[in-house]
């Protein structure tokens, strides 16, 4: 049984590590119950989905993250006229949201990371813009000898809409020095998502676990959200994103030591985890079928998430790390699935309004 104190602050928004870990300890079907009512509670019975397309415009990076399985696999930079392509094909695919990322450029200044806002904004002003990492924006400006704050405004005035807010991995400094020692720090990524919020830029957040990281980096990256979002209110929604152990340096070194995949009962707890953590302070928790698989995912929307993301076109970097679940879903495919949860699907925005 869960103790009544704790249930208390679950429902209050208050749930402490020392909640979090206790939790841990309960069975399962038990945390997973616990954060499906504080679900159904909270946005009710709608799973949200968006028609997006990820765009990932080169895989050379100058980065050094042991975690990755997608840098310099073929060498590719694509030109502007080919992203323009690939935004066209979203466009007639109905697409509302362009999801633009790419490894780091050697020198890449912030003119390239314009260009590409241009060759969205110049024929398809409607495309809402959901581009360019913490990193990207860090790396733009020290190419471009201009603060990030700077950057910044400079790709919103450009056409910036909201960031995506991956390169957290796991916000604890120990476990970053072991998978991306050259990446920005904890709180070079929360500055940096602390200014994106203050200047109107609305981003997501992200937690890429299952490597090294404990279950207490787990819970303090959850709750270094949580403060975040109590200061700018200016994520929409937490992604929890599994960590694939295939064709990279961190996973080969699991997989030597016999630890393979994030099992699916650590993947459900997270989400419970933080659907219990973030309530009242983040209302959208997003499942990744990608990651999960389609039917992991499905059972996800039971442990306290309540959107299925994006319907991508196009997923290459989870895909390059071992996920097998395809680079696409079918907008009849991923309702079918909510339907069967006997739940309501719901087409979004990148905001989460309704179409």
């Known amino acids: 049984?869960?103790?009544?104190?704790?249930?208390?602050?679950?429902?209050?928004?208050?749930?402490?590590?020392?909640?979090?870990?206790?939790?841990?300890?309960?069975?399962?079907?038990?945390?997973?119950?616990?954060?499906?009512?504080?679900?159904?509670?909270?946005?009710?019975d709608n799973v949200?989905?968006?028609?997006?397309?990820?765009?990932?415009?080169?895989?050379?990076?100058?980065?050094?993250?042991?975690?990755?399985?997608?840098?310099?696999?073929?060498?590719?930079?694509?030109?502007?006229?080919?992203?323009?392509?690939?935004?066209?094909?979203?466009?007639?695919?109905?697409?509302?949201?362009?999801?633009?990322?790419?490894?780091?450029?050697?020198?890449?200044?912030?003119?390239?990371?314009?260009?590409?806002?241009?060759?969205?904004?110049?024929?398809?002003?409607?495309?809402?813009?959901?581009c360019f990492s913490p990193m990207e924006i860090n790396h733009a400006a020290r190419a471009s000898g201009l603060s990030v704050e700077e950057t910044l405004k400079k790709l919103k005035d450009n056409g910036l809409n909201t960031m995506p807010g991956t390169a957290a991995e796991i916000l604890v400094d120990k476990v970053r020095k072991i998978i991306c020692p050259d990446k920005l720090t904890r709180q070079e990524w929360i500055d940096t998502v602390t200014l994106a919020h203050n200047i109107?830029?609305?981003?997501?957040?992200?937690?890429?676990?299952?490597?090294?990281?404990?279950?207490?980096?787990?819970?303090?990256?959850?709750?270094?959200?949580?403060?975040?979002?109590?200061?700018?209110?200016?994520?929409?929604?937490?992604?929890?994103?599994?960590?694939?152990?295939?064709?990279?340096?961190?996973?080969?070194?699991?997989?030597?030591e016999g630890r393979f995949m994030n099992t699916g009962i650590d993947d459900l707890k997270v989400y419970a985890i933080a659907r219990i953590l973030l309530?009242?302070?983040?209302?959208?928790?997003?499942t990744s079928w990608v990651k999960l698989g389609k039917k992991l995912a499905q059972i996800a929307l039971s442990c306290g998430a309540n959107d299925m993301g994006g319907t991508l076109m196009e997923e290459s970097i989870s895909r390059s790390a071992g996920a097998f679940s395809g680079e696409v879903i079918s907008v009849e495919e991923l309702e079918w699935i909510i339907r069967a949860t006997e739940r309501t699907p719901v087409q979004r925005d990148t905001l989460y309004r309704s179409i």
């Open 200 to 256: 109107g830029i609305q981003t997501t957040a992200t937690m890429m676990y299952g490597h090294v990281d404990t279950w207490e980096d787990r819970i303090d990256h959850i709750l270094t959200i949580r403060e975040i979002q109590k200061e700018t209110g200016g994520f929409s929604e937490f992604v929890p994103l599994s960590f694939m152990p295939y064709n990279n340096p961190i996973g080969e070194k699991m997989l030597e």
């Open 279 to 286: 309530n009242t302070h983040i209302d959208n928790i997003q």
């Open 48 to 130: 949200t989905y968006i028609i997006n397309r990820n765009i990932n415009f080169t895989d050379i990076c100058i980065g050094t993250c042991g975690f990755c399985a997608f840098k310099d696999k073929k060498g590719y930079l694509l030109s502007i006229d080919q992203i323009k392509e690939k935004i066209k094909e979203a466009h007639v695919s109905g697409a509302t949201e362009v999801c633009i990322q790419g490894g780091l450029l050697p020198n890449a200044d912030i003119d390239l990371y314009i260009d590409i806002l241009r060759a969205v904004k110049s024929e398809y002003p409607h495309l809402h813009t959901h």
């Open 1 to 44: 049984m869960i103790p009544e104190d704790i249930l208390e602050r679950a429902y209050q928004g208050t749930t402490t590590k020392e909640d979090a870990l206790t939790l841990l300890k309960i069975k399962p079907f038990e945390l997973f119950a616990l954060a499906d009512q504080i679900r159904a509670e909270t946005v009710g």
